[in-house]
C-alpha cells in the first residue's frame, strides 16, 4: 500500500518535470544551435549590420531590420489596444450595468479564441482594402493592417485582465471616492485606475509578449521583406514570419541559412522570457495589496 | 452654488461615458464585421463536394477532407499525450506539493512556458522530435510539439479545478481511513472532473487553429490522402487556409474563406462547450 502510494507520487512528479524539460530543450536547442550560428557570423554583424539576406547569394546577417519589423507591428497593435482595452475595461467596471458586462465580457472573449490565421485572411482581404481607401499610397502588404488586426486580437486580454484588477479594489475606495463628491471619471482615473496599476501593468506586459510572438497574421498580411523601417505603409519582415519562411522553403538542414532561424528564435524568446517573468515578479508582489 | 468646475467635471463625465460606450461597441463591432466579411466571401462554397474533396489545382474542385482528417487525427495523438500528463502533473501541483520549494519552481517555470511565442514550440518540436527523434514532419510529431503547447492549459485548468474541492470532503475521506492517492483519485478528481474537463476543451480549441508550429516542424501544405497512421504525413485545416489565403487567384480566396467558416464554426463550438461545461460544474460545486 505504502509503495503504491510512492510510486505514484513519483509518476506525478515525472509529469510535472515534462514542463521543466520543455523549457530546458528550448533553452539547450536555441543556445546550442546559436552558438554554432556564431562560429560563423560575428556577433557584432548581427546586431549592427542593417540588412538580413541570408537567402541571397551575397549574405548579410543583421537582425535589424526584423527587429525593426516586430517591434513596428507590436507597437502598432499596443497603441491601438491598450487605450482601448483599458477604457473598455473602466468602462464595464464603472459605468455599465452589471447586465450589460456579464453580455460583453464573453463576447469580447470570443475574439481572443479566433485562430490567428483567420485573422491573418481578414487582415490581407478586409482591413488592407479599407486602409488603401483612405491612405492610397500604402502598400498592399504593409505593416499598419496586420498591427491593428492583432491590436484587436489582444483587447480581450487587457480589458479582461485590466477588469479582473479593477473589480478587486475594495468598495471602501470608490464609495469614499463618491462621497467626497467626486464624479465616476474622477473615480475611475483617480481612485481606482491607480490602484489596479499593478495589474494593469500586468495585462499590457502579457500584451506585448504576446504581439511580439505571433506570427501567422504577419506572415499573411505583412509581407516577408526583412526592411529597416518605420514606416508603417511599407512591407517589412518579423523574426516569426522568418522562422515560419524559412522552416517551409527547401534550405538545406545543416546549412548557415536554417541556423539563423535559431539566432533569430533566441532573440525572440529572450524578450518575451523577459517580459513574462517580469509580469510574473509584478503580480506575485503586488497582488495581495488589498487583502 | 454650483461652481465652474464642478459642471465642467460632469461634462468630462458624460463625454467619456459615451466615448467609451463607442469603444466597446466598435470592439464588438470588428467582430460582426469580421463575420460578415468570410461569410459573405465563403459560403457560396460551402457544399457537401467541399467537405468531400482533395485538394486541388482547380480552387472550384479543391476540398478540405485531407485537412478535417488531418486535423482530428493530429488531435486525437495530441489529446492521448497530453491529458494524462496534465492533469497528473496538475493534481500534483496543487494537491501534493502545493508548498515545497519544487512546486513553485515549476510553477514560475509554467506560467512563462504558457508566454512562449508557439512558433518556438516549433522550432523545439522541429529539432527535438523530427530530427533528433528522426521522426520526420510526421502526424506524431506534431502531435507531440502540440502536446508539450497546450500542456501548461491543462495543468492550469486542473490546478484551479482542485483548489474549488472543499477540503471538508478530503477531511471526510482521511476520516473513514483512505489514504492519500485514494483520497485523491476516488473524491477529489471526480469532484474537480467538470472544472478540468471545461479547461480540456479549452486546450483542444486552441490547438485545433494553431498554425505556426506546424508549418515550422515540416507539416505539408498540399496533402493528397488522409493520414492512415501516427507516422504518416499530414496537413490540417489551419494550413489549408494559410496556402489558400497567400494564392493570389479570386478563387482560392474564396475557399480560404470556405474553410474559415468550417474553422470557426468548430473553435465556437468547443468554447460554447466549454462554457456549457463550466456552469454546468459549478452549479454542482455550490450545492
Not at chain 1, 37 to 65: A, N
Request: glycine fraction near 6%.
Amino acid at each position: 500500500m505504502r509503495r503504491k502510494e510512492k510510486l505514484i507520487e513519483a509518476v506525478m512528479i515525472c509529469c510535472s518535470f515534462v514542463t521543466v524539460l520543455t523549457t530546458a530543450g528550448i533553452i539547450l536547442i536555441l543556445t546550442v544551435e546559436t552558438v554554432k550560428f556564431f562560429s560563423e557570423v560575428s556577433f557584432i554583424d548581427f546586431v549592427t549590420d542593417t540588412q538580413w539576406t541570408p537567402l541571397f547569394t551575397e549574405k548579410h546577417f543583421g537582425i535589424l531590420p526584423l527587429l525593426s519589423g516586430t517591434l513596428l507591428t507590436t507597437t502598432i497593435a499596443i497603441l491601438f489596444a491598450v487605450p482601448l482595452g483599458l477604457i473598455i475595461a473602466v468602462y464595464l467596471n464603472e459605468y455599465a450595468s452589471p447586465l450589460f458586462t456579464a453580455f460583453v465580457k464573453p463576447v469580447l472573449e470570443v475574439l481572443a479564441a479566433i485562430p490567428t490565421v483567420v485573422y491573418g485572411f481578414f487582415a490581407l482581404q478586409f482591413v488592407t482594402p479599407l486602409l488603401q481607401k483612405i491612405i492610397p499610397d500604402l502598400n498592399g502588404f504593409n505593416a499598419l493592417s496586420p498591427g491593428l488586426v492583432m491590436g484587436v486580437m489582444i483587447i480581450p486580454y487587457i480589458t479582461s485582465l485590466s477588469e479582473d484588477s479593477l473589480r478587486a479594489v475594495p468598495r471602501s475606495l470608490r464609495e469614499a471616492s463618491y462621497g467626497m463628491g467626486a464624479t465616476k471619471f474622477q473615480t475611475a482615473f483617480r481612485v481606482m485606475v491607480p490602484a489596479a496599476s499593478s495589474g494593469i501593468i500586468v495585462s499590457v506586459i502579457l500584451a506585448v509578449s504576446r504581439a511580439l510572438g505571433e506570427t501567422m497574421i504577419v506572415a499573411i498580411a505583412a509581407g516577408q521583406e526583412p526592411k529597416l523601417t518605420f514606416n508603417p505603409k511599407e512591407s517589412v519582415e518579423t523574426i516569426t514570419t522568418y522562422i515560419v519562411q524559412v522552416s517551409m522553403g527547401d534550405v538545406p538542414q545543416d546549412s548557415l541559412e536554417f541556423k539563423t532561424i535559431f539566432a533569430a528564435g533566441l532573440s525572440l524568446f529572450v524578450f518575451t522570457f523577459i517580459l513574462n517573468n517580469l509580469s510574473f515578479w509584478i503580480r506575485s508582489r503586488f497582488q495581495n495589496k488589498y487583502t | 452654488m454650483k461652481s465652474y468646475s464642478y459642471t465642467r467635471a460632469k461634462l468630462t463625465d458624460k463625454v467619456f461615458k459615451y466615448i467609451a460606450l463607442s469603444f466597446t461597441v466598435f470592439a464588438l463591432g470588428v467582430l460582426v464585421v469580421l463575420l460578415i466579411d468570410i461569410f459573405s466571401k465563403g459560403i457560396a462554397r460551402i457544399n457537401w463536394d467541399f467537405f468531400r474533396n482533395l485538394p486541388s489545382r482547380h480552387a472550384e474542385k479543391s476540398g478540405i477532407m485531407t485537412a478535417l482528417a488531418g486535423m482530428l487525427s493530429l488531435l486525437f495523438f495530441t489529446v492521448i499525450i497530453a491529458l494524462p500528463i496534465g492533469i497528473l502533473a496538475g493534481i500534483y501541483l496543487q494537491e501534493y506539493g502545493k508548498k515545497n520549494r519544487l512546486a513553485k519552481f515549476i510553477e514560475i517555470n509554467i506560467s512563462n512556458l504558457a508566454g512562449v511565442p508557439s512558433v518556438i514550440y516549433g522550432i523545439l518540436g522541429l529539432t527535438l522530435f523530427v530530427r533528433i527523434l528522426k521522426l520526420g514532419n510526421s502526424l506524431i510529431a506534431g502531435a507531440l510539439t502540440l502536446s508539450l503547447l497546450i500542456l501548461p492549459i491543462i495543468i492550469v485548468a486542473t490546478r484551479e479545478a482542485i483548489r474549488a474541492v472543499p477540503d471538508s470532503l478530503r477531511e471526510a475521506s482521511y476520516g473513514v481511513g483512505a489514504t492519500k492517492w485514494q483520497t485523491t483519485s476516488k473524491v477529489v478528481f471526480p469532484f474537480a472532473l467538470g472544472g478540468i474537463l471545461t479547461g480540456i476543451i479549452l486546450a483542444v480549441s486552441r490547438a485545433i487553429g494553431e498554425t505556426a508550429p506546424l508549418l515550422v516542424i515540416g507539416a505539408l501544405v498540399y496533402v493528397p490522402f488522409i493520414p492512415e497512421g501516427p507516422k504518416d504525413q499530414f496537413t490540417t485545416l489551419p494550413i489549408q487556409i494559410f496556402n489558400w489565403t497567400s494564392r493570389p487567384q479570386a478563387a482560392f480566396i474564396v475557399n480560404a474563406a470556405a474553410g474559415i467558416i468550417v474553422l470557426l464554426l468548430i473553435t465556437f463550438l468547443l468554447n460554447g462547450l466549454a462554457i456549457y461545461t463550466r456552469n454546468k460544474w459549478y452549479k454542482k460545486i455550490r450545492y
